[in-house]
């Protein structure tokens, strides 16, 4: 099972967002066959077959091995994955793109997105991806926000510049800075 299992094509979508297909979806996280996931859900081994045979045909939903129950052949099966990433390109952007301001929200929407679809390229088989992940929160009074948001502009820029070269390994660097929402 992988870990993320990113969707790129419409009929992906399409089969997973079924509330009763992601209720199965979640049984799978363990391999189970559909007569145990109708138990589980209380639905008829038909009805879990259908939506289990969807997510198959789109790939979010393996059959892990087949095993003989009273003379009939019962499949088991387990999900893909263990998270499914939709690409915001399945709708595409609407509108106008606007100027990419690195100050503006629309600039980091698309940063996430090109990180996102960055992480889903990875070969996650590789023996060592090395990376690093950080977040913090930090507090900075309205008077000091902007020489908060130059310093950190300078010091990313200070890393590029030394690391900048075009021997070695690449890496992308990408940051995100923003106010902190309230928590639900």
Known sequence: MRDVLYLEEIEQAEALLKPQRIEVLRQLAEPRSCTEVAARLGQTSQRVYYHVKRLVDAGLVDQVSERKVRG????????????YWMSPRLVGRLGLRKTQDEMSLGYLLDLMEEVQADIAALDRTAPELPSVGVSGE????????????????TVLQDLFT???????????LAVACYPKGENP
């Open 72 to 83: 009939i052949h019962e499949g088991v099966y387990q999900a893909s994955a263990r998270a």
């Open 162 to 172: 030394r690391y900048g070269g075009t021997d070695g390994d690449a890496f992308k």
């Open 138 to 153: 930090i507090h900075v009074s309205p008077e000091r926000r902007q020489e908060f948001l130059n310093e950190l502009q």
